[in-house]
């Protein structure tokens, strides 16, 4: 079975929209890993800072419908796609990885570009998964978050004390 790893955001009442999103996904997935949670300033756009972190298990579901689920959970937390890309989220799930699967078809970014770009994706899935190795760069997680976290300036990326898991 892949090991799956799935980004978890949220400003929109983080707390209950995480920990509900997160009860959810249990119920679908079974039992999940959880990275510690970071809160960092909106990307994008001007709003109240998210709280973010990662979330790894193991399914035997396809990608695809992997996807579906994580979509259905957004839905079932009141995620309104109607407005901007970037705007506020009750809850955002982005499939990060999916065991070794690297995509060539550039509408479907797995594993997920922004593993790369931003700290708090790479941060908590360094912490997660410390020595798993990227896919598509072949660096541990661990590697990769060294290199980043020289540039990184500390108010972008704050530890919190809560964790839905």
Not at 11 to 19: I, K, T, W, Y
Not at 49 to 58: E, H, T, W
Not at 80 to 92: A, C, E, N
Request: proline share 9%.
């Amino acid at each position: 079975m892949p090991e799956v790893f799935v980004g978890a955001g949220s400003n929109d009442r983080a707390e209950q929209h995480l920990a509900r999103g997160v009860e959810l996904l249990a119920a679908v997935f079974g039992p999940l890993r959880c990275s510690p949670v970071y809160q960092n300033p909106a990307v994008g756009f001007e709003g109240d800072d998210f709280l973010n972190f990662v979330i790894g298990f193991q399914t035997d579901q396809s990608m695809a419908e992997c996807m579906r689920q994580l979509r259905a959970i957004e839905d079932a937390c009141g995620r309104d796609r109607s407005g901007p890309k970037f705007s506020p989220r009750t809850l955002d799930f982005d499939l990060l990885i999916y065991g070794g699967f690297v995509s060539d078809d550039p509408a479907v970014d797995v594993p997920r570009g922004e593993i790369l770009k931003y700290p708090f994706v790479l941060k908590p899935l360094a912490d997660l998964a410390p020595e798993a190795r990227h896919p598509a760069e072949g660096r541990t997680y661990a590697e990769l978050w060294a290199e980043m976290a020289a540039g990184v300036p500390p108010a972008a990326l704050t530890r919190v004390g809560w964790s839905p898991c």
